[in-house]
């Protein structure tokens, strides 16, 4: 038998076990719920204000409580409430092959607490949801621990880590050493003001090499208070911008169009004995799987609204990685690296480019230097995040490409041509 | 888990025990090193213990001075700008070596066999008990290192090497800039390891160097847990320098972090971002008076192999949105408190004992030094309220013991409360 028969059967043996493994999980999971007693529930969705629990929980709804008296619902409009549940699923790789993982999934603010274990079993999702949080805002990020259908045996916590948060408290870090994690069933509350634009990520901090190599990571940013005001940079060039990645004064940052590019490595063997109960191979681990936002090309640029779809858990990779442009735009690329294993040189084909910031600050130098510089590329490891800012007004329209120049990560495992890839279309005025 | 925890707290039990004794935390603020003109050492093999119960082979030197035990890494040398040094070197090894001095200006005197090939990019110390002078002039102000300049893919992974801190006329500060000053100062020394390399090594068998894989990961020669033990532990004779880090809010700390690795390792300081200030040595600086006007922020301090950083980290809870303390409006504020805070509560709460799991180092209260009710299981490790921060390589399998999770590149900050005395 051909090497490439011998690789078919053995994933279709691997898928038969993924199926078989489930459905066992799925009822044994669901027998857990059902009996009294068992994975007992002491959750405590907490959100601003909104004890309804109403879709938008920043909104006045029945059931909100005035505080002070003043006979008006106390709502604090730059309060974001957001539910997530850490779990496990599965997720369709560009080659076609279903991948176990575990992940982040995202919970209407709306669902009952009892239900929100079924409502997350084998809801991971590649990447986590975003959270994109304006300066000056506060996020109360709920995080639920779903348990693991396919790994019962598996008690884990989850955290969540907002990667980069300046002048954190130990509490609200992440870090399960050293803070509370939610056990199975359960809810945990992390408090944040954003106070600090920039491109910053975030991911599961629980045996952090283990949950991260899973897909346990998501894109994070915020955007800064300069948004909204006019300025034109350069000043007398006629281009005016409303949007920027920093607070620079000038607009020198403003941009048109953004895109988060989060790269993240699927070492597929690492995936397939975690979920056959092996321990973990951390060593020499290596990436079978380079993925932008949890996809690899050309499954990148699929801008179906569902996102892409796998036989075990559904749709669970919604976001897509194609940035469109019209020429003359300023594109912002909010570009993370979350790699457990590799550091990834990611180049940017054919329009000029220049880096603006590092891990969520301004390329400025304390007494103001312009420390920001032209390139086509920038080099990163694991836990470095940078902005650069693509400038379309000099090229001609077409496609362009965002690669790694890792030229082994341009594949999703043994096929080629994909992998660490996605496109960036100009079109004409 | 089981394990995951014991470790944990094995390393945390330094902090209650000492916390207990005299509420110390584990962590000294001076880097530990010798100082002088003159420095005698000797290369020799030995053992590493690491936690995941493995004892690694090991080449390293020995201060002849001191107690003569072979560390890994090399003792640091701490010395004033200008001095002119001299280490008279004793190899006790297989293998002729020899040590080189980067950053450090001059020629290193090469030796080239009968055939005219490159055997050592410095004179050699014969083996088996073979003797050799090296001198230089401490030049400027910075973090630098020696290491071995003899047969480099082998020698300097095995532990020929170490750190040399040159400081300025100026007490207290990075470099002559003033915007360098700092409270405490810190030497993170990382540092990689194929255990094949070793066991090789051990058996005098050579190794393909080409097929690198490391699965050994330090930081200040101890892998995690052990980086959080305190310098000088009597169970750990061959790795005297602990990597635990502590401080104060409001105090200015200045962090040498110095990859003498074979691969990069981007360094993530959970807590703050660090303001890199000098690399290899130097200040990041248009020159002249313009001081420090390239230092640039890092969440991740992308340390590659070879490179040095010198960076300043603080943190006060700065536009934290709470008040750290738990401070009532009308109370006194604390030292070093951010004070638009001050009276706020933290708005969320926590839920039952029993929803959630605890980590050893969590004092059971969300404020900065106080405790608070911790489940019946949980060891209450953290009997000063500190808020600690896990400070690691974030090529997150880096923090590994050969597969074996926790481990490797990781260390804890504390931030104790200011009333909480830090040696």
Same mark, same amino acid.
């Given at each position: 038998m051909s090497a490439p028969m011998t690789a078919r059967k053995e994933e279709r043996a691997l898928m038969r076990t993924r199926t078989a493994m489930t459905r066992l999980g799925l009822g044994l999971f669901l027998l857990c719920l059902a009996l009294p007693g068992a994975a007992a529930a002491v959750n405590q969705l907490q959100c601003p204000n909104d004890i309804d629990k109403d879709p938008a929980g920043d909104f006045p709804g029945p059931g909100d409580i005035d505080h002070n008296g003043n006979g008006v619902l106390d709502v604090d409009p730059n309060a974001v409430c957001m539910w997530i549940q850490g779990g496990d699923g599965f997720v369709r790789m560009a080659d076609g092959y279903t991948i176990y993982m575990f992940g982040f999934s995202p919970v209407p603010l709306a669902l009952p607490e009892e239900q929100a274990q079924s409502y997350g079993a084998l809801a991971a999702n590649a990447p986590a949801p975003n959270i994109f949080l304006d300066e000056g805002q506060e996020l109360y990020l709920n995080l639920g621990n779903t348990g693991f259908l396919v790994r019962l045996d598996v008690d884990d916590a989850h955290t969540v880590h907002w990667h *980069? !948060?300046? $002048? =954190?408290s130990a509490i609200h870090d992440g870090v399960p050493e050293v803070s509370p994690a939610p056990r199975i069933g359960t809810i945990f509350t992390y408090w944040y003001q954003a106070v600090r634009p920039g491109t910053y990520f975030y991911h599961c901090h629980f045996e952090a090499p283990e949950h991260i190599q899973l897909g346990m990571i998501g894109n994070l940013y915020v955007r800064p208070a300069q948004n909204g005001t006019d300025k034109e940079y350069p000043t007398g060039s006629g281009r005016h911008y409303n949007k920027f990645a920093y607070n620079d004064g000038d607009g020198r940052t403003g941009y048109n169009v953004e895109a988060a590019l989060q790269v993240i490595d699927f070492d597929r063997y690492f995936h397939d004995v975690f979920m056959n109960v092996q321990p973990d191979p951390f060593y020499n681990s290596r990436s079978s799987y380079p993925l932008f936002n949890g996809r690899g090309y050309p499954d990148t640029i699929d801008t179906s609204p569902a996102g892409i779809e796998n $036989?075990?858990?559904? !749709?669970? =990779?919604?976001?897509?990685s194609l940035v469109e442009a019209v020429k003359g735009d300023r594109i912002l690329l909010r570009l993370s690296n979350v790699s457990t294993n590799a550091h990834h040189t990611v180049q940017v084909l054919g329009i000029p480019m220049r880096v603006v910031a590092k891990d969520a600050k301004l390329l400025r130098g304390p007494t103001g230097a312009d420390m920001s510089y032209m390139a086509n590329s920038i080099t990163f490891g694991g836990g470095e995040a940078y902005d650069v800012i693509l400038d379309t007004k000099d090229v001609a329209p077409g496609t362009y490409f965002v690669y790694s120049r890792n030229l082994n990560d341009l594949n999703n495992y043994r096929q080629?041509? *994909? *992998?660490?890839m996605t496109e960036i279309r100009v079109s004409a005025p | 888990m089981d394990r995951q925890a014991f470790r944990f707290a094995r390393a945390a039990l330094i902090v209650a025990v000492l916390a207990a004794a005299g509420g110390a935390a584990p962590a000294s603020a001076a880097i530990s090193g010798i100082t002088g003109t003159t420095f005698n050492f000797t290369a020799r093999d030995g053992f590493l213990a690491n936690p995941d119960g493995s004892y690694i082979y090991f080449w390293g030197l020995a201060d002849d001075g001191g107690t003569g035990e072979v560390q890994l890494p090399g003792p640091t040398l701490i010395l004033s700008q200008g001095t002119m040094v001299t280490i008279n070197l004793t190899n006790m090894l297989p293998e002729p070596v020899s040590l080189v001095f980067p950053g450090q200006e001059g020629p290193t005197q090469p030796v080239y066999d009968a055939n005219g090939r490159l055997r050592s990019l410095a004179q050699e110390a014969a083996p088996s008990g073979g003797t050799r002078t090296y001198t230089f002039t401490a030049g400027a102000p910075g973090t630098y290192y020696y290491q071995s300049g003899t047969h480099l893919d082998k020698q300097i992974p095995l532990g020929l090497y170490g750190a040399i801190i040159v400081r300025p006329p100026i007490a207290g500060q990075a470099y002559a800039d003033a915007a360098t000053a700092y409270d405490r100062e810190y030497l993170l020394l990382l540092a990689d390891l194929d255990h094949r390399l070793s066991t090789a090594a051990e058996s005098g068998l050579s190794f393909d160097s080409t097929d690198w894989i490391a699965g050994y990961w330090f930081i200040n020669g101890r892998s995690a847990t052990d980086t959080m033990s305190e310098d000088n532990v009597p169970w750990l004779p061959n790795q005297p320098y602990g990597a635990m880090v502590s401080m104060h809010p409001g105090e200015t700390i200045l962090l040498r972090v110095l990859n003498m690795g074979r691969d990069p390792h981007p360094f993530h300081t959970h807590g703050n971002h660090v303001l890199a200030v000098g690399r290899d040595g130097r200040l990041l600086s248009t020159g002249g008076a313009a001081g420090a006007d390239l230092a640039e922020f890092h969440f991740t301090v992308p340390a590659g192999s070879g490179q040095t950083w010198d960076g300043l980290f603080t943190w006060s809870a700065d536009n934290l949105g709470w008040d750290v303390y738990g401070h009532a409006p009308g109370d006194p504020m604390q030292v070093g408190e951010y004070a638009p805070d001050h009276g706020k509560a933290i708005p969320t709460q926590t839920p039952y004992l029993t929803s959630l799991q605890y980590g050893d180092l969590y004092s059971g209260s969300p404020l900065l030094g106080q405790t608070g009710p911790l489940p019946p299981d949980h060891p209450g490790l953290n009997q000063t309220g500190a808020f600690f921060y896990m400070w690691h390589s974030h090529r997150e399998n880096e923090m590994t013991n050969l597969n074996d999770f926790p481990g490797g590149m990781m260390t804890m900050l504390a931030i104790e409360a200011p009333w909480v005395p830090i040696p």
């Amino acid at each position: 038998m051909s090497a490439p028969m011998t690789a078919r059967k053995e994933e279709r043996a691997l898928m038969r076990t993924r199926t078989a493994m489930t459905r066992l999980g799925l009822g044994l999971f669901l027998l857990c719920l059902a009996l009294p007693g068992a994975a007992a529930a002491v959750n405590q969705l907490q959100c601003p204000n909104d004890i309804d629990k109403d879709p938008a929980g920043d909104f006045p709804g029945p059931g909100d409580i005035d505080h002070n008296g003043n006979g008006v619902l106390d709502v604090d409009p730059n309060a974001v409430c957001m539910w997530i549940q850490g779990g496990d699923g599965f997720v369709r790789m560009a080659d076609g092959y279903t991948i176990y993982m575990f992940g982040f999934s995202p919970v209407p603010l709306a669902l009952p607490e009892e239900q929100a274990q079924s409502y997350g079993a084998l809801a991971a999702n590649a990447p986590a949801p975003n959270i994109f949080l304006d300066e000056g805002q506060e996020l109360y990020l709920n995080l639920g621990n779903t348990g693991f259908l396919v790994r019962l045996d598996v008690d884990d916590a989850h955290t969540v880590h907002w990667h *980069g !948060f300046p $002048e =954190q408290s130990a509490i609200h870090d992440g870090v399960p050493e050293v803070s509370p994690a939610p056990r199975i069933g359960t809810i945990f509350t992390y408090w944040y003001q954003a106070v600090r634009p920039g491109t910053y990520f975030y991911h599961c901090h629980f045996e952090a090499p283990e949950h991260i190599q899973l897909g346990m990571i998501g894109n994070l940013y915020v955007r800064p208070a300069q948004n909204g005001t006019d300025k034109e940079y350069p000043t007398g060039s006629g281009r005016h911008y409303n949007k920027f990645a920093y607070n620079d004064g000038d607009g020198r940052t403003g941009y048109n169009v953004e895109a988060a590019l989060q790269v993240i490595d699927f070492d597929r063997y690492f995936h397939d004995v975690f979920m056959n109960v092996q321990p973990d191979p951390f060593y020499n681990s290596r990436s079978s799987y380079p993925l932008f936002n949890g996809r690899g090309y050309p499954d990148t640029i699929d801008t179906s609204p569902a996102g892409i779809e796998n $036989e075990v858990s559904g !749709f669970r =990779q919604p976001i897509h990685s194609l940035v469109e442009a019209v020429k003359g735009d300023r594109i912002l690329l909010r570009l993370s690296n979350v790699s457990t294993n590799a550091h990834h040189t990611v180049q940017v084909l054919g329009i000029p480019m220049r880096v603006v910031a590092k891990d969520a600050k301004l390329l400025r130098g304390p007494t103001g230097a312009d420390m920001s510089y032209m390139a086509n590329s920038i080099t990163f490891g694991g836990g470095e995040a940078y902005d650069v800012i693509l400038d379309t007004k000099d090229v001609a329209p077409g496609t362009y490409f965002v690669y790694s120049r890792n030229l082994n990560d341009l594949n999703n495992y043994r096929q080629a041509r *994909g *992998g660490l890839m996605t496109e960036i279309r100009v079109s004409a005025p | 888990m089981d394990r995951q925890a014991f470790r944990f707290a094995r390393a945390a039990l330094i902090v209650a025990v000492l916390a207990a004794a005299g509420g110390a935390a584990p962590a000294s603020a001076a880097i530990s090193g010798i100082t002088g003109t003159t420095f005698n050492f000797t290369a020799r093999d030995g053992f590493l213990a690491n936690p995941d119960g493995s004892y690694i082979y090991f080449w390293g030197l020995a201060d002849d001075g001191g107690t003569g035990e072979v560390q890994l890494p090399g003792p640091t040398l701490i010395l004033s700008q200008g001095t002119m040094v001299t280490i008279n070197l004793t190899n006790m090894l297989p293998e002729p070596v020899s040590l080189v001095f980067p950053g450090q200006e001059g020629p290193t005197q090469p030796v080239y066999d009968a055939n005219g090939r490159l055997r050592s990019l410095a004179q050699e110390a014969a083996p088996s008990g073979g003797t050799r002078t090296y001198t230089f002039t401490a030049g400027a102000p910075g973090t630098y290192y020696y290491q071995s300049g003899t047969h480099l893919d082998k020698q300097i992974p095995l532990g020929l090497y170490g750190a040399i801190i040159v400081r300025p006329p100026i007490a207290g500060q990075a470099y002559a800039d003033a915007a360098t000053a700092y409270d405490r100062e810190y030497l993170l020394l990382l540092a990689d390891l194929d255990h094949r390399l070793s066991t090789a090594a051990e058996s005098g068998l050579s190794f393909d160097s080409t097929d690198w894989i490391a699965g050994y990961w330090f930081i200040n020669g101890r892998s995690a847990t052990d980086t959080m033990s305190e310098d000088n532990v009597p169970w750990l004779p061959n790795q005297p320098y602990g990597a635990m880090v502590s401080m104060h809010p409001g105090e200015t700390i200045l962090l040498r972090v110095l990859n003498m690795g074979r691969d990069p390792h981007p360094f993530h300081t959970h807590g703050n971002h660090v303001l890199a200030v000098g690399r290899d040595g130097r200040l990041l600086s248009t020159g002249g008076a313009a001081g420090a006007d390239l230092a640039e922020f890092h969440f991740t301090v992308p340390a590659g192999s070879g490179q040095t950083w010198d960076g300043l980290f603080t943190w006060s809870a700065d536009n934290l949105g709470w008040d750290v303390y738990g401070h009532a409006p009308g109370d006194p504020m604390q030292v070093g408190e951010y004070a638009p805070d001050h009276g706020k509560a933290i708005p969320t709460q926590t839920p039952y004992l029993t929803s959630l799991q605890y980590g050893d180092l969590y004092s059971g209260s969300p404020l900065l030094g106080q405790t608070g009710p911790l489940p019946p299981d949980h060891p209450g490790l953290n009997q000063t309220g500190a808020f600690f921060y896990m400070w690691h390589s974030h090529r997150e399998n880096e923090m590994t013991n050969l597969n074996d999770f926790p481990g490797g590149m990781m260390t804890m900050l504390a931030i104790e409360a200011p009333w909480v005395p830090i040696p």
